[in-house]
Nanobody
């Protein structure tokens, strides 16, 4: 089992920045590709981005490309999501995810082995 706990959510103005963290415990963190998903009110959960096991590869949804950056620190068992130039439509609950599959497969949404409980990000005008 892998436990994932997100933090760093909150209220931010449009155009601002926020950094989310996801701390993992349990099995060896570096054995998993990691990713972020989000779910806006009334919408389905959607893929945000993913990062490879060593952290050398990343993959993003078109809606966040160029604004969001995923990174990981395997020594700290933590994955991060740096969000810049936030827009109103980025408001959502953000979920951390871990996968035994290759990181690009996480975009399908069905290659996820573990989920965090989420952290709320609210972007205001």
């Amino acid at each position: 089992q892998v436990q994932l706990v997100e933090s760093g959510g909150g209220l931010v103005q449009a155009g601002g920045s926020l950094r989310l963290s996801c701390a993992a415990s349990g099995r060896t963190f570096s054995n998993y590709a990691m990713g972020w998903f989000r779910q806006a009110p009334g919408k389905e959960r959607e893929f945000v981005g993913a990062i490879s096991r060593p952290g050398s590869g990343t993959y993003y949804a078109d809606s966040v490309k160029g604004r969001f950056t995923i990174s990981r620190d395997n020594a700290k068992n933590t994955v991060y999501l740096q969000m810049n130039s936030l827009k109103l439509e980025d408001t959502a609950v953000y979920y951390c995810a871990a996968s035994n599959d290759v990181f690009v497969a996480m975009a399908r949404g069905n290659a996820i082995n573990y989920w965090g409980k989420g952290t709320l990000v609210t972007v205001s005008a």
